[in-house]
């Protein structure tokens, strides 16, 4: 199956939109994503932080967001969008919506790990003397490390295929190009080919999170 | 006699939504400087609330923690991390940072702590020397057994040199030859360097093998204190009792099994170095009082010798009632069961 020089330029152009798209998302959601979730962890009851407004306003807004199919969640952050990038359409427009959506996934994710530190190890460092801010450095984010690198590779596999989605409202990219050329105008060798760059991609980046987690868990 | 540690009408309620859990219901206890104090209780009891009480892990409902004379409850967040430092604490389940190896693991309250790096080089090595684990100090948790996990738990608490050791439970889930060397250890530490120990359990072996003192907790309340060697050859509550008679033979259990006493069921225990031999030899030889041992039963209590005697004393009546006077009149604890209505 060989594509026209034609087509390989625009399979290339695609790639490249997408991994930008796909690589600054998944920076910015974790640079976010991940102290969201530590917050959801420690405002909850009896945690070192205990606060219950916080942490319900916290699970409101992260379930609400959560609760909205993405390409509805494209269209209907548009605003926001506008206001932070000047544009809706496009490959920078796009990383608004895919890093908000993915930002509250993020949060649950980290959460879900965060909470597998037994309290048990929290309270040792509480009775050792340590700050609050000390148990979150060097009790919960250390000891969630391996988590934490899951729930970043779960994150960036669920960014790429959002990111094909948000192709369909002018996104550009992989899922752009297929649904235009590959299903609009029955190119078919398109679709396959964008097929298979997304399934070794999505592969590509399990193998490499499941390597790091190997080779930094001790439990 | 100083007290180190000193809890006043100490209370704790959980609010978990529709009812309450009274943990504590109003505590009153000193701890002395250098002893080992240990707190008793079946699981639920609230042991495990008081003793998150001694470093406020559990902020208290109401009443008092004076440690060396400063109030735990009225500290500032920032005085309480002071106060912590001053205060180690190891536990049922190690908590180590399974993360870090096993040298990160000591060197993590002293880190912590912001302690220069040269500092915290010799005091680790000299930690882990103390607790015997020199060699395993690359090692991770994972790779450790539960004695040396607990190892370096102990030298992790005493990183940052406190005067009180707090124990939550810290050898139930280490098989006995285990429990054992490591209550010598901490024992030894104790002794080395001049510290306090509280520690909590469920099992009176611990109590017996390291504490000088004891406090008997039930409901959330403290049913019954005293020298470990009292509360041992003659405890008072239900609770003490039910204790003691798990590391003792169980009177009552001889009696379900359908023993019928010839005569009259007597149970003597003893402390210190009375010597039993002359006293049975004279009921048998002065009271001709017929003497069968039915249980009988000596051990050491931090180097005191105790013993209990379960007897089955049967004659003239006479001379049985002569032979319980006399017993009356020796330097022993003397319990008659009512044969008709064993208790």
């Known amino acids: 199956m060989l594509l026209t020089p034609v087509k390989w330029t625009m399979v290339q152009t695609a790639s490249l939109q997408s991994l930008y798209m796909v690589s600054l998302s998944t920076l910015i959601t974790s640079l976010l994503g991940i102290p969201l979730g530590v917050l959801l962890v420690i405002t909850r009851r009896r945690h070192i932080c205990q606060n219950r407004t916080i942490n319900f306003i916290l699970g409101l807004v992260v379930n609400a967001t959560r609760s909205i199919p993405f390409p509805i969640f494209i269209v209907f952050v548009i605003p926001v969008t506008r206001f932070i990038v000047g544009t809706s359409i496009g490959p920078t427009a796009v990383i608004v919506p895919l890093t ?81 050329y590959g299903y609009q105008r ?5 679709m396959w080919v964008t097929v298979i760059l997304l399934l070794l991609v999505v592969q590509g980046v399990q193998n490499l999170g499941d390597y790091l987690v190997r080779r930094i868990s001790h439990r | 006699m100083t007290h180190l540690i000193e809890i006043k009408g100490l209370t704790k309620t959980f609010n978990t939504g529709a009812d309450n859990v009274e943990a504590l219901r109003g505590i009153d206890l000193t701890i002395d400087e250098g002893e080992i104090f240990g707190v008793i209780g079946l699981s639920g009891a609230g042991k495990s609330t008081f003793i998150r009480c001694l470093n406020r892990l559990e902020t208290p409902s109401s009443g008092q923690v004076l440690v060396a004379g400063r109030d735990l409850t009225t500290l500032s967040r920032a005085e309480l991390l002071e106060a912590r430092r001053s205060m180690g604490m190891i536990f049922q389940s190690f908590n180590l940072l399974s993360s870090r190896n096993v040298w990160a693991n000591v060197a993590f309250p002293l880190q912590m702590d912001g302690r220069p790096k040269a500092f915290i080089r010799q005091r680790v090595a000299e930690l882990l020397e103390m607790v015997g684990l020199t060699d395993k100090a690359k090692a991770y948790p994972s790779q450790l057994s539960g004695g040396q996990k607990q190892r370096v738990g102990i030298a992790r608490s005493l990183a940052n040199s406190p005067t009180i050791l707090l124990c939550d439970e810290a050898t139930s889930s280490l098989d006995p030859q285990t429990t054992s060397s490591i209550l010598s250890l901490i024992e030894d530490l104790k002794e080395r360097l001049s510290l306090t120990v509280v520690l909590i359990t469920h099992e009176m072996k611990v109590i017996t093998e390291i504490c000088d003192r004891v406090a008997v907790m039930e409901n959330g309340q403290i049913v019954e204190t005293g020298r470990v060697i009292d509360v041992f050859t003659s405890p008072k509550h239900p609770t003490s009792k039910s204790f003691v008679e798990v590391v003792l033979s169980n009177t009552d259990h001889f009696l379900e099994k359908g023993y019928q006493p010839k005569g009259l069921l007597v149970r003597i225990g003893y402390i210190g170095p009375t010597v039993i031999e002359p006293l049975v030899y004279t009921l048998i030889k002065k009271f001709n009082v017929e003497t069968n041992i039915l249980q009988a039963h000596i051990d050491h209590i931090k180097g005191t010798p105790y013993g209990t005697l379960l007897l089955d004393l049967s004659g003239q009546k006479s001379s049985v009632d002569n032979a319980l006077d006399y017993l009356r009149n020796c330097e022993v604890n003397l319990e008659v069961f009512n044969v008709a209505n064993p208790r």
């Open chain 1, 186 to 190: 029955y190119q078919t060798d398109i």
């Open chain 1, 100 to 180: 908000l959506a993915a930002v509250v996934f993020m949060a649950r994710l980290t959460e879900t790990s965060l909470l597998e530190v037994p309290f048990g190890v929290i309270e040792a460092a509480q009775a050792a003397g340590a700050t609050r801010w000390q148990i979150i450095i060097h009790v919960l984010l250390a000891e969630a490390k391996p988590g934490l690198i899951m729930a970043v590779t779960i994150t960036t596999i669920t960014l790429i295929s959002y990111s094909a989605m948000a192709g369909a409202v002018g996104g550009g990219g992989l899922g752009d190009l297929s649904i235009r």
